[in-house]
């Protein structure tokens, strides 16, 4: 099983979830997006000590893959590449 992330931009994701999602801003997505992804490369890890997931935690809050969506196989989800 390949368990790896589908590598996304920030600006791809953007563009995606705001296609697909309206009602949220552009803007505040992008903003803590970039957020996310400064933790993560600065070392901050879940409550359960796994990486965060930047995407996630973006848009639910601080946590890892496994701990927002309670799947372990991340191979069809996209991360902050």
Known sequence: MNNVF??????EFVA??????????AVDLKKDLEEFK???SQGELC???NPIWIIGSAITGKGCFTCITGESDC?????IG
């Open 16 to 25: 995606q979830t705001i296609k697909g999602n309206p009602d949220l801003k």
């Open 6 to 11: 589908q590598k996304i931009s920030i600006n």
């Open 75 to 79: 191979s069809d989800d996209y991360e």
């Open 47 to 49: 409550d359960c000590g």
């Open 38 to 40: 400064k933790r993560k």
